[in-house]
């Protein structure tokens, strides 16, 4: 028989050394599992501090792994820059405002008219034209005669209205946008245009100037080729064009530049887009300073 004693205190010792080794080797073994799914979720998503990473600080971002380094480069993480290019023809409508439509159609694009009163059935039918093909229609005064136009404020406000009268009578659309004849600050009216300005700023009437033009409005008929010329050299280094084209029986030439300057406007980035009066803002101001 083994003496009790002996057995006993070697016993103890044996089991001394597996009460001290035992929580060890489970600490070794053992992987902590969350209580659920979720809570493993969470601890993937969210890093150990709440952080807030600017596009800066993320750019800087560099993780190494066992398979290598990832690195984000800061220019995969810029939004790119929109261009935006606005066609806008004045003056119409014209005998050529059909052809211009039909370009417009063909490329898919949309423009802006700033049209005048123009009487006759078949100009009735190119306002009705220009509205129903989805173009904006804008009013570029009743009569675009300078003297007439800006002979006093009330005079002003009487041509806005007869001309908005006329094209809502024609389209059923009530034109609200502005071009000012010769442009906001041109040196044709009588009174300083400051004053006609005011007029459509208090009754949040917005108007557009241009900071692109083809050059057709002189008198001397300029070919197609330079036409195009002049409104691409004028799009560079800006990333939102307004160009200003004439709609006018005379301007044949801009009728035959529109599909290089299309073209051409397409090749550089740009999106072509209508002014858009459902969203004013959408659109960005052009104005004279
Ligand atoms: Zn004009």
Known sequence: MVPMKKFTAK??????????LFPMLCRLMTVPVSSNES?????????????????ASAADISVTGTTGTLVLDQELLEVPVIKRAYLTFDDGPSPNTDQILDILNLYGVKATFFVNNKEGEENI?????????????????????????????????????TNQAYIAQITGVTPVIYRFPGGSNNSVSKLDTSVFINILNQNGIPYYDWNAYVGDAVKNIRSAKQLTENALNGCNGKNDVMILLHDLTEKKTTVEALPAIIEGLIERGYVILPIDTSVPSSTPTFHFK
């Open 125 to 161: 039918l190119r306002y009705q034209r220009i509205v129903n093909e989805g173009h904006t229609i804008g009013l570029h005064s009743s009569t675009h005669i300078y003297r007439q136009v800006y002979q006093s404020e009330q005079a002003f406000v009487a041509d806005y209205l």
């Open 11 to 20: 016993k103890m010792r044996i089991l001394g050394i597996i009460l001290v």
């Open 39 to 55: 809570e493993v979720l969470a601890s993937i998503a969210l890093p150990k501090e709440s952080t807030v990473l600017t596009e």
